[in-house]
């Protein structure tokens, strides 16, 4: 296949078609599951914030101990900023993070009526919300369609060939442009359980991926 040449849609459902088989068994991304768990659109905005430069298996127990204290922005709010960093840490920023969330609960019970909008923009107004974590609350909290970005998403379809794209912003809108609204919402979470388990930044496990055939393996030096 010429490497000049990108995927086209028939290509990428094709490898979404064998990823969803190939990572079934694979436990889903932290924040997909708090949303499966508890069905709240404000704790996956919480989630979100926590997983913020935080691998999973640190971001999941951080959300469980926070939410197992208290589960509404009412409640949040009366826990001190102190508390809430005991039982975030030892997330990334947990120092920061736990103010955000006090501010993130006040702007949302006097600005938008102790309700998470479900709307791109205006939660793109709350602070500390950039597009990534607006795009997957609306995927995983209120089930629209949203392009997500994280490093997985932006490395793997340029790895794929099926877009060319400089950073995850640019991702973000060429994926937009591209791919099929019917994979919007189940896209970053499967990008990003493959890219945690086989897609690796560093010597992906090629050999036994199951659509080594149709990667382009854009600027793999290395791999397994």
Not at 53 to 66: F, I, S
Not at 179 to 189: G, R, S, T, V
Not at 210 to 224: A, F
Request: with cysteine.
């Amino acid at each position: 296949m010429p490497k000049s040449k990108l995927l086209d849609n028939d290509q990428i459902a094709q490898v979404i078609k064998l990823l969803k088989v190939a990572m079934r068994d694979l436990p889903d991304p932290s924040v997909t599951l708090v949303g499966k768990k508890f069905k709240s659109p404000f704790l996956v905005l919480i989630s979100c914030l926590l997983s913020l430069r935080t691998r999973d298996e640190t971001t999941l127990p951080a959300c469980e101990r926070l939410f197992a204290r208290a589960d509404t922005m009412q409640a949040m709010l009366k826990i001190p900023v102190p508390e809430i960093e005991k039982l975030i840490y030892p997330v990334g920023f947990y120092k920061t993070k736990a103010v955000r969330i006090h501010e993130i609960c006040s702007a949302l019970i006097h600005d938008f009526a102790s309700k998470v909008p479900d709307d791109l923009e205006l939660l793109l107004t709350l602070k500390g919300v950039g597009r990534k974590t607006a795009n997957l609350v609306l995927t995983e909290g209120f089930g629209k369609p949203g392009i997500c970005v994280d490093t997985h998403v932006h490395r793997i379809s340029n790895r794929l060939g099926y877009i060319k794209t400089k950073d995850p912003e640019s991702t973000e809108f060429a994926l937009r442009e591209k791919l099929p609204p019917k994979y919007w919402i189940e896209y970053n979470a499967l990008l990003v359980t493959w890219g945690q388990n086989v897609c690796k930044p560093i010597s992906p496990i090629c050999s036994t991926c199951p659509v080594k055939n149709i990667c382009q393996r854009v600027k793999v030096t290395i791999s397994r």
